[in-house]
């Protein structure tokens, strides 16, 4: 089953437990997911495009928060969050940062890196590799410590 269908099952689940912020946040998972259909024109949107449009919304949601705690106002920080843990359900699960180590050190050791110049070469790969279970700063932070 595809992400669309994933999220519209699950909207149909919140409008039946009439919970507000659960709606308010798959409807714009989904109402992303139709903008990219549109724009590709016919094409199949892929499940990696799927996955980078949840990672984004996530990353929205956590920006809107800390900005928002920082203006003292929680109430609209609380709802963030809380969006933000609805949207998180549907990422695949996120790597312990042990397992990223182990994944990255692979990584590094595949296209052969040796120091930091080689860092594009393995966020290239590392990006690619581990889409959607980890964000791209926690891959790029790791790759620098390693590389370092």
Excluded: C, W
Aim: overall charge neutral.
């Amino acid at each position: 089953m595809s992400l669309e269908n994933t999220i519209s099952d699950a909207i149909k689940t919140a409008m039946r437990e009439k919970d507000k912020t659960a709606l308010d946040a798959l409807r714009a998972v989904k109402s992303q997911i139709q903008l990219l259909k549109t724009e590709a024109r016919g094409t199949e949107v892929s499940a990696e495009q799927e996955i980078a449009i949840v990672q984004r919304m996530i990353k929205q949601r956590k920006d809107s928060y800390q900005q928002f705690s920082e203006q003292n106002r929680n109430d609209l920080a609380e709802v963030e969050l809380a969006q933000m843990k609805i949207i998180e359900k549907f990422l695949p699960e996120q790597l312990s940062p042990e397992q990223l180590q182990k994944e990255i050190e692979k990584i590094i050791a595949d296209v052969q890196a040796t120091s930091m110049k080689d860092i594009g070469k393995v966020m290239g790969v590392a990006s690619k590799h581990l889409a959607g279970k980890a964000d791209g700063k926690t891959i790029s932070e790791m790759v620098k410590k390693i590389l370092s």
